[in-house]
């Protein structure tokens, strides 16, 4: 914000003797800052220990895209997209394959022979030689079908975990909140552009200054 400066020359007391030194005059010092507005506190961020960022008063909560728009970080914006696109895919991928997975060696198990069928029971040798393995090669596959999908769906939700659409840690949103709110305050702080009239004393009388805010 710029100030122009216009001092008047009208004196309003009688002049000092000349023989006197003239002190230099007293410029009018800067009015104290003004309290900060109640649309502060309704716009203001707050970080919580869980890094969760909500707005105002009424503690709106925010998304890490939302904070990172209004910090007017694309950066963030652009990794945030990607990170929260990238645990979209390995969640749909975890639950396909933990489904296909126990779909399949239900299947496998389902299909065994039964080894108390009258075909199984017909013949010793058809029990032990046939019945037996072809039973136990399908519970064998079916179980390790569903133990191989659903430890292969937990591996991709813990990537779909880390792969945080917040990017930052606590302590980082908390540094960049803390320089938003910073400059919200003096945004909201700043006065109207205008003319202001401002006293000026000096020994030798007093004038108007002329402060035009642009």
């Known amino acids: 914000m710029r100030h122009l400066l216009i001092i008047g020359g009208l004196l309003l007391s009688a002049p000092a003797f000349a ?3 003239t002190a230099p005059p007293v410029m009018p010092t800067e009015v104290a800052e003004p309290a900060l507005p109640t649309v502060f506190l309704d716009q203001a961020l707050k970080v919580d220990d869980q890094n969760h960022v909500t707005q105002g008063r009424a503690q709106v909560p925010l998304t890490p895209r939302e904070v990172f728009m209004r910090l007017e970080r694309t950066d963030l914006v652009e990794k945030s997209d990607g990170l929260a696109m990238r645990r979209k895919w390995l969640i749909i991928g975890s639950v396909a394959l933990s489904s296909a997975a126990i779909v399949v060696g239900s299947i496998l198990i389902a299909t065994a022979p039964r080894l108390a069928s009258v075909e199984c029971e017909s013949s010793v040798s058809v029990y032990n030689e046939i019945c ?25 939700a813990g990537f779909a975990w880390n792969s945080n659409p917040a990017v930052l840690d606590r302590d980082e949103t908390a540094a960049l909140v803390s320089s938003y709110n910073s400059k919200l305050a003096r945004q909201l702080r700043r006065p109207p552009a205008g003319l202001r009239l401002l006293p000026v004393v000096t020994p030798d009388g007093a004038s108007l200054t002329a402060a035009l805010r642009f």
């Open 132 to 156: 037996v393995p072809r039973a136990n090669a399908h519970n064998i596959s079916g179980t390790v079908t569903i133990a191989t999908g659903v430890v292969g769906a937990l591996l991709m």
């Open 19 to 21: 023989e006197e030194p």
